[in-house]
């Protein structure tokens, strides 16, 4: 059993952790919206056809925010064709992935079923295919409280009140060859910086992501960022990263150690965020949105086959991934990636909530099911909440092991979330606490299985978390046994000393 020692001293902070890392994110893409969160027909549909199966799963997940309508969707999107009276909204071509677009769930729906799901609402405009008008309009409706031509149509579809939308994307992916609109980063920084400055002129109390890098593969990466943040660094409070890993053929060691290169990612988009920041003299930091992340089961090859060979219908079964507790593995770790740099990623958007690249997965007129990665998001987002600690490793090797500790003070709890990489062997961790003590362990959840490549589906939870973890107190130090390949939540009742 490889034994590894971890220094924890609430002195060492690495941030505190904003709600809205826990958040998701809906596009109109396969059956995310349309047999998703929206299925007028189905037994537990509510009055406006929303799953209240689904509404509760994602009040169960700890989601905070969920940013809409995309994602490549967006870039082609006339937010008008999706508000006002269903019947007179427009049947439309939906490029980005081939399919029709009946326009009945739109920002007004949206925003019902955000309130509904307590949820907060965080909106992308159209910069691929439209502009600066286009996003004042949309603005202008949300927010505006009346006496314009966009407000009061707002007010027209029966909604007084503004929407008060707080959060906006400049577009999305608008470095990806594949993006309708796609742009130059001196051409879309240009765009970018003129819509949020009259943005703001509008609603001051808005906050703006510009978007960064699609992957950190990108050959534009991280050049794009810095040229990008130059043009726009003094009207925008985020730059927005994007990134999915897959690999699971490299072996389960590497292909779970990805995790560290999102760490590295995001260091490296801040070392750019700073770099202008010095360079401009500026006093503002610009902070993150990671606003897209997960993993990805299917190539981007197979993905543009499915939607050639189900196009121009609406709502096709497309990218419908079915995950493993392998990929748990590596999600836990993407989670985890985000929680280290708490200080600086104050926004993120696991990818996507319903059906694709999903947590959750729903039958027509049927059921649900939670896929394993559901797990580690729930887990997080209940308990992760406080700040971060730098906890360091003083004896052992840290290889295939992978932890956080945050520190709930007002509710006196320590919690680590750890994943043991390692297929072959245990780990046994010691935590010397510094300052701490330790007046009990309240629980140790565990989610673990003989076989790596275990699935969900409905009626079968194969791959799901038991409470029979192994933790102890040890003479003032805290003793805790991660099983070989495994993801681990040990929460800590401490007090100061």
């Given amino acids: 059993m490889c034994k590894i020692k971890i220094l924890i001293n609430t002195a060492y902070e690495i941030g505190e952790i904003d709600p809205r890392l826990y958040g998701s994110f809906l596009e109109h893409m396969g059956r995310v919206v349309y047999g998703g969160i929206y299925e007028p027909s189905h037994p537990l549909a509510d009055e406006d056809g929303f799953r209240r199966d689904v509404m509760e799963a994602v009040k169960n997940a700890g989601i905070t925010q969920v940013r809409y309508p995309g994602g490549n969707f967006v870039s082609c999107y006339h937010w008008e064709d999706g508000v006002g009276p269903k019947a007179n909204r427009p049947q439309c071509l939906e490029p980005a992935w081939k399919a ?82 796609h742009k130059t980063a001196e051409e879309y920084g240009r765009l970018a910086a003129e819509t949020a400055k009259v943005m703001k002129i509008i609603d001051p109390s808005i906050e703006l992501s510009a978007c960064g890098s699609s992957l950190k593969t990108m050959e534009t990466f991280p050049k794009w960022e810095e040229t990008v943040l130059e043009y726009t660094y003094e009207y925008i409070d985020y730059i927005s990263l994007h990134q999915y890993f897959a690999g699971q053929e490299k072996g389960t060691e590497d292909y779970l150690a990805q995790a560290d290169e999102m760490d590295r990612y ?9 770099y202008v920041k010095a360079k401009k003299r500026a006093e503002k930091k610009i902070n993150i949105s990671f606003d897209e992340w997960g993993v990805w089961a299917y190539r981007a090859q197979e993905v543009a086959e499915q939607c050639d060979n189900n196009s121009w219908v609406q709502a096709p079964a497309i990218s419908e991934m079915v995950y493993t507790f392998e990929d748990s593995l590596l999600f836990g770790g993407m989670i985890l990636a985000l929680l280290k740099n ?156």
Wanted: hydrophobic share 35%.
């Fill in 266 to 274: 995001i260091k490296d988009v801040v070392s750019a965020c700073d």
């Fill in 100 to 181: 029709i677009e009946t326009n009945e769930f739109g920002t007004d729906e949206f925003f019902r079923w955000s309130q509904k799901a307590d949820v907060t609402p965080m909106l992308a405009v159209n910069l691929g295919s439209r502009g600066i008008e286009d996003a004042l309009h949309y603005l202008e409706y949300c927010n505006f409280p009346g006496g314009t031509k966009y407000s009061d149509l707002r007010r027209s579809h029966g909604r007084e009140e503004p929407y008060h939308i707080k959060m906006w994307c400049l577009g999305n992916e608008m470095d990806g060859s594949w993006q309708i609109g």
């Fill in 342 to 497: 708490a200080d600086r990623v104050k926004i993120a958007c696991q990818s996507l909530l319903v059906n694709v690249s999903a947590m959750i997965m729903t039958e027509k007129n049927g059921g649900i099911w939670y896929q394993p990665i559901y797990y580690p998001f729930s887990h997080v987002a209940e308990y992760g909440k406080g700040v971060v600690l730098d906890g360091r490793v003083i004896e052992g090797e840290k290889k295939n092991l992978d932890y956080v500790a945050v520190y709930n003070e007002p509710d006196s709890e320590l919690v680590v979330f750890a994943i043991n990489r390692d297929s072959s062997n245990k780990k046994n961790l010691r935590l010397y606490l510094q300052g701490l003590e330790c007046c009990n362990v309240i629980e140790h959840v565990v989610m673990e299985s003989e076989d790596k490549k275990a699935v969900n589906s409905l009626g079968s939870a194969a791959v799901k978390p038991h409470g029979n973890g192994r933790t102890e107190t040890a003479g003032g130090d805290v003793q805790i046994e991660l099983p070989g390949l495994s993801w681990n939540m040990i929460r800590l009742r401490i007090q100061k000393k």
